[in-house]
């Protein structure tokens, strides 16, 4: 099982976009100081990767760029996975995830986020904290976009299973990843699927290994990468020696130990001795081998528990700050709804203000065609009445009873004038009031009959309504005494909740239905208060209006 898991020691993945990583970076030394993080060919590469990332790092913080930031994060936390140091390279991931937190959703957060989660379970399974191993790896699964990232998250589910000596398990996740191989062109990956796979079939006493072993040492060569043929000599070794060939066991891990001279790795070289202490013939060195396995798998298991407790610990720290900032959304959501109100109030009364003004506009021009009116009406009907008289005066032309009978009639049309225009007291027995009015103009040749008036419930119209119903009446019926020579004048009086309907007709000469003058006036009247009045006229068929308010 050991040689197994030491073949995914150097195996971490990076799905992050460099594309857009390394703008405005120096390319050619970002890239060189990437592949030393990735693909390590000894101890140096990874110290010298370290230090290149962790100043980057600084700088990306000092100048405020978290994206920059994860992804120095990302490689400085695998340097650390490979060193062995895995709280670090815990606490590294942590701090990039609060970062990326937040960052708006993006292709290259979802990606760096998987990577990160990937590294999270490999930390988690050199722990031998399974069920957290195999919940970041579920996480990453979830978001795969590719045949690449999600044959790179089988192969390392299968390390999950092989900790536990699950080899059934790590054969059913490592031909899930064999199963995507026509669709990758990694070499390197290939390498791992096949030599992990191999490794599977070998614990597990199929002959198929060695087959497998071998395809991916022939690739791993060509390329030259030292970490991942280590993994290949180890693998080898085991399998030769299970099957009894020492000589061909030892070969490799010779091999092995070669190259973690190499390579510089103390767990490498570690792992190397363990594979040559089996094969030898001395009992105290097999003693010693069994022994520290066995210490070390207790200092790991103590680890454990303090890592995730740290781990909890830092989630729940996460939780806490998620939960500030929802607090902090929904208290910039109800500012941004009281500022819409006291908006939404201030416009209010901006339109209030703006129709009163507006409203106050029509008012004094309705007072000026009144005055208009008025001095029109003093202008045509007294002021050339008094200037006839004063002209009979001169000439002595007319007796005196002429000249009285003159002088009444003037004195008639100045109180009608006076009296369409001067104040009037609604809120007293409006009834009466209308009453009073229509009977004014009733004569020996004119009969006025009214129906209903009494049924109106005037207590409850506005005042200006009443006012406004008075003053059209007034209109309709000068205008019938002056105009009409009708005999008989009738006015209808309904209402319907608060609607006040009144029908006029009378027996008069009619007319063309030409608006003008009075009823023009009356007419505006009806308007000012959002009220109607039409007009239905003919020669000689007398004359209908109908109020509505």
Not at 474 to 481: A, V, W
């Amino acid at each position: 099982m050991k040689s197994l898991k030491t073949s995914f020691l150097f195996f971490v993945l990076i799905f992050i976009n460099k594309q857009n990583l390394f703008a405005q970076q120096r390319l050619d030394s970002l890239a060189y100081y990437s592949n030393k993080a990735l693909h390590p060919q000894n101890y140096n590469d990874l110290i010298d990767s370290y230090d290149f990332f962790n100043k980057a790092y600084s700088e990306s913080i000092e100048n405020q760029k978290p994206k920059k930031s994860v992804h120095n994060l990302y490689y400085i936390a695998s340097v650390e996975y490979k060193l062995g140091d895995y709280n670090k390279s815990e606490k590294s991931i942590v701090k990039a995830i609060s970062l990326l937190d937040k960052l708006p959703n993006s292709a290259f957060k979802t990606q760096t986020r998987n990577s990160l989660y990937i590294l999270m379970g490999l930390i988690y399974i050199e722990q031998r904290n399974e069920s957290k191993a195999v919940e970041f790896y579920s996480k990453a699964l979830e978001k795969a976009e590719n045949p690449l990232d999600s044959a790179k998250i089988y192969n390392n589910m299968s390390l999950i299973y092989a900790e536990i000596n699950d080899f059934q398990k790590v054969k059913q996740e490592l031909e899930n990843a064999y199963n995507l191989l026509p669709r990758i062109e990694d070499a390197l990956t290939k390498s791992n699927i096949l030599n992990n796979l191999g490794a599977a079939e070998n614990e597990l006493d199929s002959t198929k290994g060695l087959d497998l072993l071998l395809k991916a040492l022939d690739i791993r060569e060509s390329v030259g990468d030292n970490s991942t043929m280590y993994s290949s000599y180890a693998h080898l070794s085991d399998y030769y020696y299970k099957i009894n060939n020492k000589v061909e066991s030892k070969k490799y891990a010779l091999k092995a130990f070669e190259l973690a001279e190499i390579i510089n790795s103390p767990s490498y070289k570690e792992n190397a001795l363990s594979l040559l202490i089996r094969l030898s013939d001395d009992n105290y060195a097999k003693k010693y081998k069994i022994l520290n396995d066995s210490l070390s798998n207790a200092k790991q298991q103590t680890k454990n528990k303090f890592a995730l407790m740290k781990y909890d610990a830092s989630e729940a720290n996460r939780k806490a700050l998620v939960a500030q900032l929802e607090n902090a959304r929904l208290k910039n959501t109800r500012l941004v709804f009281i500022l819409l109100l006291i908006f939404l109030v201030f416009a209010a009364l901006l339109i209030y203000f703006i129709l009163r003004a507006k409203h106050k506009k029509e008012k004094l021009q309705q007072v000026y065609i009144t005055e208009k009116r008025i001095s029109k009406k003093v202008h045509d009907e007294v002021a050339n009445d008094v200037y006839h008289v004063m002209t009979k005066l001169q000439s002595n032309a007319n007796d005196n009873e002429s000249v009285l009978d003159d002088l009444e009639g003037i004195y008639k049309r100045t109180r009608d004038i006076s009296k369409e225009n001067s104040a009037i007291e609604v809120d007293k027995n409006f009834n009466e009031l209308i009453n009073d009015l229509l009977l004014s103009y009733k004569s020996n040749e004119v009969s006025i009959i009214t129906r209903n008036n009494s049924k109106i419930n005037w207590d409850g119209i506005p005042d200006i309504k009443k006012t406004t119903i008075y003053r059209v009446l007034q209109e309709l019926m000068t205008n019938m005494r002056k105009h009409s020579k009708a005999t008989i004048v009738v006015l209808n009086f309904n209402q319907l909740n608060k609607k006040v309907t009144i029908d006029y007709s009378d027996n008069g000469v009619g007319c063309n239905s030409i608006k003008s003058g009075g009823l023009l006036n009356a007419e505006n009247r009806i308007k000012s208060i959002n009220g109607t009045l039409t007009f239905e006229s003919q020669i000689n068929k007398g004359f209908k209006a109908q109020i509505k308010i």
